[in-house]
């Protein structure tokens, strides 16, 4: 008999059951309803996994309740949030997803893993996958953006980042591929409200990420607080054991959401707790995260006959299993004894300033005042945003320090010693206060240039983090319309989780650059594209709303009967505001200037099974070198059931030197051209293809070619 053959055999049911219970510690907070001291049921088998405990020392110390005190000696499994770093912190998710470059993705996560398993962590619950199309929501900011293509590439990079090559190893880290799924469609993008997806939707769009989280080997998977048309994802079975586990093959283990077995009785699907453990178990959840209801409901529910006892037996196992695999038998002090703290930290900070910088999007440049000229002498660097380090690291910062943050004040001294760098913070991020307004005004008096940093704060967005008015909180706009008045040139600086509707500022301001939360380097990786050590390269991986009205709104439409044409009224438009976005999906410019030329797809028609190239020339026609983003689209023109007209197929990154040219290629597989079906089965149709590329998903930017699928 194997190890856990054998601890299976020799377990309680209590034991069992300790096995499936994950608890919180009270180091940190991420959900209600703490439950304190947690040695006693450690020391008793009857907890399984903590989380929101690090730190080798006190990781270790807990440890040995569980291998030297308790009865069987089975390790515990230590979870954190692990979102975008550890201690040394990059940019939030969706900031992050502005590179489109999933090798510093998978970079990130495996400096992430590095740290967090130096203080004890063996599982984290990332990567967020929610695909996102309506940034009321905050959680917005924890993702990979609207499109579903992107999110399955940021699946696949962060789980090999966490986990690396062999999870027993010292420095892996399991991955919990979340939250599954189609949270980021709850309704009106209020947090925790229900959501109503068509089964093809959640095929197309929700379900691609979780495919590619699993064929990357995720080690979990976390089922979303939602309900997806009436059936709660933690008791959602048809998804869970019928998707996941049978159609996908998935072997891992299903941890539920922060109390969310026990919420079954708030979605009205449970009448007690011992109703919704059993739910939950039967629809495949392993591990009931700190809602007790397994171990409260699980005995009685077998009593009940809710449940049988190889059902149990099932989860035991594949909790077990993963500990076996994370090498926690074998050595359960790996984590945390294999190099001191300090190690290699200088290269990963590095890393958070490249990142950081990547993630910039220059959102508009009117003025061409930037970057900064040379001789620059004194800069008003004015709002709440400019000296606020905390707010840098972004709503989940895991281990990450406040004091370890650069501010962008602090990153605009350090590049610009030469300068005189006035800073008046004006007014607060959310506050009503406006007396500070006339000092920050006067101090732009002498500036050459004002650098307005606004936005809003870490917190408004995140978890619990929904806003329902997408502008600029507090009197933030009378700051900013108040040094607009002076008639300066004005780069404005934007922090946030979420894009913000401001057209008013994209109006008045020389440019606006989205600066998100960029984590620990933030002040650098700014400095660095203002002063144009960097050459801005951050796309966006959403569409940006001109008004919330607007939302949700996503490039990957279908087509509608009566198309979208100005002055047209029995057209798709609004009376009010234009039907576009105010920046399109990809959009983000540099201080170079690219053109598109030489199209060609070849040959122009193909068959099932063979590959068309698809090629551009990029011509770089400025005096700058930078980096250019091209996005590869297709369109099946028609169909048995309609399809986007535009879908991402591919993205390339050429890096070209002031006037130089490079050519952009893809391989377009027969496959990329196939869809699900009337009955939601893959299949290839032959017919024509429209095939773009371009810098946006912005229609007005494509080059078009039309290619043949022959039978
Ligand atoms: C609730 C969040 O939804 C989830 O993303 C997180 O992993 C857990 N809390 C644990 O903190």
Known sequence: MGRIDTLLATMTIEEKIGQLNMVASTLAIT????LGDVREG??????????NHWGADEVHAVQRLAVEESRLGVPL???LDVIHGHRTIFPVPLA????FAPDLWEKTARAAAEEATQDGVALTFAPMLDVARDPRWGRIVEGPGEDSWVASQMASAKTLGFQGQDLAAADSL?????HFCAYGAVTAGREYASVDVSERTLREVYLPPFSAAVAAGTAAVMPAFIDLAGAPMTANAPLLQGWLRRELGFEGVLIS?????????NHGVAADAVEAAALALKAGV???????CYVRGLPEALKRGLVTMAEIDVSVRRVLDLKDRLGLFDDPYRRGSAWPHGVRDAERRELAREVGRRAIVLLTHRAAILPLPPETRRIALIGPLAAASREMLGPWASAGRAQDAVSILEGLKAALPQCRI???????????????????VDLCGGAEVVVLCLGEAAAMSGEASSRADLGLPGRQRELADAIFDLGKPVVVLLSSGRPLTLPWLFERADAVLATWFLGGEAGHAVADVLTGRFNPTGRLPLSWPRLVGQVPIFYRQRPTGRPTKAGEHYSSSYLDVPATPQFAFGHGLSYSRFTLLDFKCDPSSAKAGEFVEVSVTVANDSEVDGEATLFLFVHDLVASVARPVLELKGVRKIVLKARERGRATWGLSTGDLSFLGPNLNRVLEPGRFEIHVGQSADPAGLLTEVIELTP
Do not use: F, W
């Open 174 to 178: 399991a991955a919990t591929a979340k």
């Open 96 to 99: 992050e997803a502005c590179l």
């Open 286 to 292: 392993d591990i009931d995260m700190t809602s007790d």
């Open 422 to 440: 006035d800073h008046a913070t004006g007014v607060d991020i959310g506050g009503q206060d406006t007396e500070g307004i006339s000092a920050a």
């Open 77 to 79: 499994l230590l979870g």
């Open 31 to 34: 959900g209600p309803g703490q």
């Open 257 to 265: 959401d922060y109390n969310a077995v026990a919420e079954l009785m």
């Open 42 to 51: 450690i020391r008793t088998g009857r907890i399984g996994s903590l989380l």
